[in-house]
């Protein structure tokens, strides 16, 4: 059968990390394919376009947040949004890639054509108007949370006679001078908020009712600058991110196995700093660290406003919003003229797109992940969801490039579809998708695709395992069927009622 012409052989969703990521792997391994980006803001970086808060910065250390193909060489490992988009920014000029990028568009709807082998794609413009493209491949690189609304805990406000601010939605006009602020919240964004504002607060309270395992390090990688004075810059970046990663690795399992021990040396390089001030039960949750992320401390910058008096945290349940602030369960009132309400994300999946498969709504939370990218009995399409244990980009490079493998695969055989095939008798046993207590994740798990015990039907969240099995494995495994169109209808749309 004539192939049928599409917009793009492939369509990325999503000018972010994971969006630019794939492009460049394409620039790399597959150079003959066409592909496009669409992206609904007007400026690319994802996340780190979004959110403006005072001292946006890398909560992962960027030789692992960097792309593999990429090096990170700025003095700081852990850096601030600007840095991060000039990063982003270098990548597409320099490797050909912003001309692929559409800004302004924001993906509606994506529908899978079996009879044509293709993706039928609605793209809403800033105007309103809505266009039609139409891709052999879809690439999500949507990011995991929703861009619209952020969690929200159902505070009411109506008392409070002064600003709330929410860090996703953070105004250019804000000025905290002087101000006592509270910041709702003891997670990476508030852990990164409290500090910023400090040097020109009042005072900014970090209200929490739960602690979080805090560790610190420095901001700047002294064995990564060394070795980049002796080094070239690829070998210097590959043996840091190599040496991360393993760092990585061993204090995610060294927390899961020895928790008391992890516990212990956390608390130590605290006290270490605080002094007299560390008072344990402030920074001791009621879980085991890594059973949430770890937030990071850049040079002990939170501790150190705290020392000097600019910073303070309160555990706490919140009982009311009162005209001059917030009052506690005990009583006590927390006054404020801003408060900032840093209470978590709101996960979505695939952007929230309204993805269907001949017509028919995917219900990803009846799919099986495949691999960590694909997803059982939906063809040519690929997503990114990073490690929660380790830096996102990780999986993004490992994925981007699996992908990539596919599509030569596809090429070299002619063929039209990708599709992970699971039997309706399958018997796979479902496994914790995230073994994780965190509230976000908690919240999602209705929504959240099926991950089993064995692979390749699961979202690992080891790196080191997943980068070998992607890169060494046949792409025709037994189970990725690539087929030409028309070839096996029937057979697809048995598998399509399966699914369902």
């Not at 899961?256 to 956390?266: D, H, I, S, Y």
């Not at 979505?348 to 059982?376: E, L, N, T, W």
């Amino acid at each position: 059968m004539a192939k049928i012409e599409t917009d793009f052989d492939v369509l990325i969703v999503g000018a972010g990390i994971s969006g630019i990521g794939m492009a460049a792997h394409m620039e790399m391994r597959c150079p003959g394919r066409s592909y496009g980006i669409v992206e609904r803001r007007e400026n690319l970086g994802g996340t780190w376009d979004l959110f403006r808060y005072p001292g946006i910065r890398s909560d992962s250390d960027m030789h692992t947040l960097g792309f593999v193909f990429e090096p990170w060489r700025h003095e700081k490992s852990i850096a601030d949004g600007p840095a991060i988009l000039d990063y982003l920014n270098r990548i597409v000029d320099e490797r050909g890639i912003r001309q692929h990028i559409r800004h302004g568009h924001k993906v509606v709807s994506a529908d899978w054509r079996g009879d044509e082998a293709c993706w039928h794609v609605t793209v809403e413009l800033a105007d309103g108007e809505r266009k039609h493209l139409t891709a052999s491949f879809l690439y999500l690189g949507s990011g995991y949370y929703d861009y619209d609304q952020p969690y929200d805990p159902g505070f009411e406000f109506a008392d409070f006679k002064g600003r709330v601010i929410h860090p996703q939605f953070w105004p250019e006009d804000l000025d905290y001078s002087g101000k006592k602020v509270v910041v709702i919240g003891s997670g990476a964004t508030a852990v990164t908020i409290v500090p910023a504002m400090s040097d020109k607060t009042n005072h900014v309270t970090m209200l929490q009712r739960t602690p979080t395992w805090m560790f610190s390090r420095p901001a700047k990688d002294g064995i990564a600058n060394f070795l980049r004075r002796i080094l070239p810059d690829e070998l210097a970046y590959r043996v840091t991110r190599w040496k991360n990663i393993k760092l990585q690795d061993w204090s995610f399992k060294r927390a899961r196995n020895q928790p008391e021990k992890m516990k212990a040396m956390l608390h130590k390089r605290i006290r270490k700093i605080m002094g007299e001030q560390f008072d344990e039960t402030t920074f001791t949750p009621p879980y085991d660290p890594w059973d949430q992320r770890l937030c990071l401390v850049p040079d002990d910058d939170l501790f150190e406003a705290m020392k000097a008096g600019r910073a303070s945290v309160v555990t706490g349940r919140i009982a009311r919003f009162v005209e001059q602030g917030i009052e506690l369960e005990n009583g006590e009132v927390i006054e404020a003229d801003i408060i900032v309400t840093a209470t978590g994300l709101k996960l979505a999946v695939c952007g929230k797109i309204a993805i269907s498969q001949d017509g028919r709504p995917v219900d990803f939370a009846k799919r099986f992940y495949y691999k960590g990218c694909m997803f059982s009995n939906l063809p040519n399409l690929a997503v990114v969801f990073g490690y929660l244990n380790a830096s996102w980009t990780l999986r993004a490079d490992v994925n981007s490039d699996y992908i990539c493998r596919v599509l030569n695969e596809m090429n070299a055989r002619g063929a039209d579809i990708a599709v992970p095939v699971l039997p309706e008798d399958h018997g796979l046993e479902e496994d914790d998708i995230f073994d994780f207590s965190s509230g976000y994740i908690q919240r999602a798990l209705d929504i959240m695709p099926k991950s089993a015990l064995a692979y390749p039907w699961r979202l690992n969240q080891e790196y080191i395992s997943d980068r070998k099995i992607m890169r060494d494995s046949p792409v025709d495994d037994g189970i990725l069927a690539l087929r030409q169109r028309g070839a096996d209808a029937m057979q697809a749309e048995e598998q399509l009622e399966a699914a369902e």
